[in-house]
C-alpha cells in the first residue's frame, strides 16, 4: 500500500511555525473512516460494539472523535478509565479488560458501570469480595497450544499469561451464576497485527464453539462475544491492508453456522480495536539535526525511541517519508536514528531514502497506535506534542509537549525548576 504523509513538506514548515518538531499528527477524517467502515463492516449484527483500546492512543480527543462515532472504550487500568469517563462514556460503553488487577481499579470499574471481563478464575472471588458481582459479566478465555491458521503458527497461547482455561470457563460460568450473574460474555486475544483477513474468522468459529458448548454446559445466557484486538496494519508499502468488509463477512458466515442453528442468533459481536483504528491516522513528523558518515551513514532526528518505542523494542518496521522528496529515487543508505544513549534507538537500519540535507523533514508512518502511548523519559527525554489535523485542513494541538518541569514534577530537590 503506497504511504503518502497526511501533509506536505510546506505544510509542515507552516505547522512548525507554532508546533515545533518533534509531533504526533493524528488525521481526523481517517479515524472516522476507519470508525465508519468497521461499522459497516458488522452493520449484520444488531448489538456490535467497538470498544477502542485506550491503551493505543489514550487521548481524550481522539477519544472523544471516536465516541461521536459510536464506539466505546476498552480501558485496562485506573487512569484509562479516568479518561473514559471524562471524555463521556458510560456504564456499558466501557470494557474493562485487565489483567493482575489491584482491587480498587475493580472498585472504580464497578461505580462506573463498566462490562468487567474477569482474566482469571481467583478473580471471581477477588472481585466478589472488593466490589461485588455484576449482573452482566465477561471472561477472558486462553485455549492454550498454538493458535494457528492453515497450520501455520500465529501465536502460542499455553504461554501467555491471559485468561482462563477452557474448563475454568465452565467452573467460573457456574460460579458466576451462582453469585448472581445473569449475562455473560466471552473474551479472547490470541493474536497481535495480523494480516491477511483470517484471523476473525478463525477466532471467532472458536470462540463461537466455545460458546455453544458452555452454553450446554452451564445454561446461562451469553450475551456477547469479543473478539478484541489483533487487526493488523500494513507497515510495509508492499503488504496488503485487511479487507474489514470481508473480515466482517468471515465472522457473519462462521456466526451463521455455529451460533444460528444453536439459537444463539442474539449474540452481540463486540471488537477492541487499537491498532487497526488509529495505526495509520498517526504520523510522527521529525527533524533531521545531524547527519553522520563513519562506517555507515546516520542521519540524527530530534525525535527517539522515547517517542516511538516500537523499532527500538520489536526491531518493528516503519515506513520514512523524506518530506518534499517524495517523488526522488532512494539511493541512499542511512540509519536513521534519536539521541538516546542506547544503540538500538534507530527508527531504521540500512534504509534507502532520497539524499538528505540538515533541516529535511521526515515522516515516519503509522505511528497513531501503540506510539506516543508507549513514549517514557529515559535519558530524560521528554515527551512530544500530539497534534490532529482536522478535516477542513485546521491543525490543532491536543497535547502539549512535555517539559523540564514535567519532568521534575514528582521530584522535590532544591534547584529544579518547576518553573520551566
Ligand atoms: C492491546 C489490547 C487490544 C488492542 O490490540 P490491537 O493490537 O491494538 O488491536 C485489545 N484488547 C486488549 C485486552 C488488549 O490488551
Redesign the pocket.
Known sequence: MKKEPFVSREEIEEIVRSHPTPFHLYHEQGIRQTARALQQAFSWNKGFKEYF?V??TPNPRILKILREEGCGV?C?SKTELALSDAVGFRGEEIMF?SNATPAEEYVYAKQLGAIINLDDISHIEFLEKHAGIPEKISCRYNPGGEFTIHNKIMDSPKDAKYGFTKKQMREGFIKLKEKGAKEFGIHA?LA??TLGGEYYPVLARTLFETAVWLQKETGVHIGFINL????GIPYKPDEEPNDISSIGQGVKLAFEEVLVPAGMGDVAIFT?????MLGPNGQLVAKVLHIKNTYKDYLGLDACAANLMRPAMYGAYHHITVAGKEGQPAEHKYDVTGSLCENNDKFAVDRMLPEVEIGDYLVIHDTG??GHAMGYNYNGKLRSAELLLHSDGEVEQIRRAETAADYFATLDYPGLAKGD
Open positions: 483500546a491503551k493505543a476498552d485496562s479488560s486475544f497481535s497485527n478484541s484486538g489483533g487487526i477492541e480495536l487499537g491498532r487497526y497506535a501503540h
